[in-house]
């Protein structure tokens, strides 16, 4: 099937030496990190670590001011968002941001947006529908009805209409039950075992390194940790921060 095609392998996301800031004060500094193809890579840290203007950084949105991100091969640092996006990452925002007079499905093909070929839409559709039987089952209904574990299976939903090689997606697991949390980063991981790259930003440390491969901690715009999911828990900082 054509969708095959988009999901190819690619070079890994490097980010090296990077720092951003608003205005003079540095948000990271130093940040270095390595997103692999076929890997859920996560990124862990409090509120206001730095992790959404990690995310800026990467898609183009604030350029560092200092060090290089490179995709696939190519060097993005400076390059502008749309073009980051065409290469093949997918954002999915945080608080989820979906169409809520729209239906599910219409949230969906607004993911599609850049693709022409109705047969490709079509595929990738019946992906998304596979991996989230709920969204077929509701695709009529109003996405602004839908309650916040299914509204954030149609973010998840849309960004993948995009047939991307990476999602990045920014803490996914707000505002919902563990039960929830749950049922949807099975879905994330089986995502992953598609062959689609996951870059997950979270603060829910204990669900997020169950399903993680590797991960780094941010700590006041600074990598204070990183490795595999099992050196993370382990690690020093993430146990007196989070497991106590
Ligand atoms: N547009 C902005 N202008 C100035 N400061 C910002 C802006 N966005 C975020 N910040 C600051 O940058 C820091 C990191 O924020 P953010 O990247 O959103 O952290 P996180 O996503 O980890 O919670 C915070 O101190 C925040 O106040
Ligand atoms: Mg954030």
Redesign the pocket.
């Known amino acids: 099937m054509s969708v095959k095609r988009e999901k190819a392998g690619f070079e890994p996301l490097y980010i090296d030496n990077v720092y951003v800031a608003?205005?003079k004060?540095d948000?990271l500094s130093d940040v270095s990190m390595e997103i692999l193809p076929g890997r859920i890579t996560c990124l862990l840290?409090?509120?206001?670590?730095?992790?959404?203007?990690?995310i800026?950084a990467i898609l183009g949105l604030?350029p560092p001011r200092q060090g290089s991100i490179a995709f696939d091969g190519v060097d993005i640092t400076h390059e502008a968002p749309h073009r980051i996006v065409a290469r093949g990452i997918a954002c999915i925002p945080?608080g989820r941001r979906i169409f809520p007079k729209m239906s599910v499905y219409e949230n969906l093909l607004m993911g599609a947006y850049q693709e022409k070929s109705r047969a490709r839409i079509r595929a990738t559709l019946e992906k998304v529908y596979a991996l989230f039987p709920r969204l077929e089952e509701r695709s009529r209904q109003l996405a602004g009805t839908m309650s916040g574990g299914e509204q954030a299976m149609v973010s998840i939903g849309r960004g993948l209409m995009r047939a991307p090689k990476l999602l990045v997606i920014?803490?996914p697991s707000l505002g919902l039950s563990p039960a929830l949390v749950n049922e949807n980063f099975r879905i994330i991981r089986k995502i992953c075992e598609e062959g689609t790259a996951v870059f997950l930003?979270e603060q829910n440390v204990r669900q997020t390194l169950a399903i993680a491969h590797y991960g780094y901690v941010?700590s006041q715009?600074r990598v204070v940790a990183g490795g595999t999911a099992e050196d993370l828990k382990k690690a020093e900082q993430v146990q007196k921060a989070y497991f106590g």
Do not use: M, P, Q
């Open positions: 608003y205005g004060a948000v840290g409090g509120n206001g670590a730095g992790k959404s203007t990690l800026r604030t945080e920014d803490e930003v941010l715009g």
